[in-house]
């Protein structure tokens, strides 16, 4: 009976991973969450940050938060570009 159901599993898998759409996608999801994993292993393991005082943790914050209005500004800044481009 397991033979049968791991025979059958093994078959369903090897279908599912004879399009080349599919198995792309198989592997990029793998890509996905070993790079999930090994980022995780790495702020579990580094204790980044566990030396910044106070007012160290106040500057990464908000060098945190400049660093993302400046990406939003050139994203606006982008699009606005890709209107006016589009519109002419």
Same mark, same amino acid.
């Given at each position: 009976?397991?033979?049968?159901? #791991? ?5 369903v898998?090897v279908? @599912? #991973?004879? *399009?080349?759409? *599919?198995?792309?996608?198989?592997l ?7 790079d999930?994993f090994v980022? @995780?292993?790495? $702020?579990? *393991?580094?204790q @980044?940050?566990?030396?910044? *005082?106070?007012?160290? !943790? #106040?500057?990464?914050?908000?060098? $945190?938060e ?10 606006? $800044?982008a !699009?606005?570009?890709?209107? !006016?481009?589009?519109?002419?």
């Amino acid at each position: 009976m397991v033979t049968t159901i #791991l025979t059958l599993v093994v078959v369903v898998l090897v279908i @599912f #991973l004879a *399009t080349p759409r *599919t198995r792309q996608w198989v592997l990029e999801e793998i890509k996905e969450l070993s790079d999930r994993f090994v980022i @995780f292993l790495l $702020r579990v *393991t580094s204790q @980044f940050g566990s030396e910044l *005082t106070e007012n160290g !943790k #106040l500057e990464q914050r908000r060098w $945190r938060e400049q660093q993302l209005r400046n990406l939003r500004g050139l994203a606006l $800044r982008a !699009k606005e570009k890709w209107e !006016k481009a589009s519109q002419a």
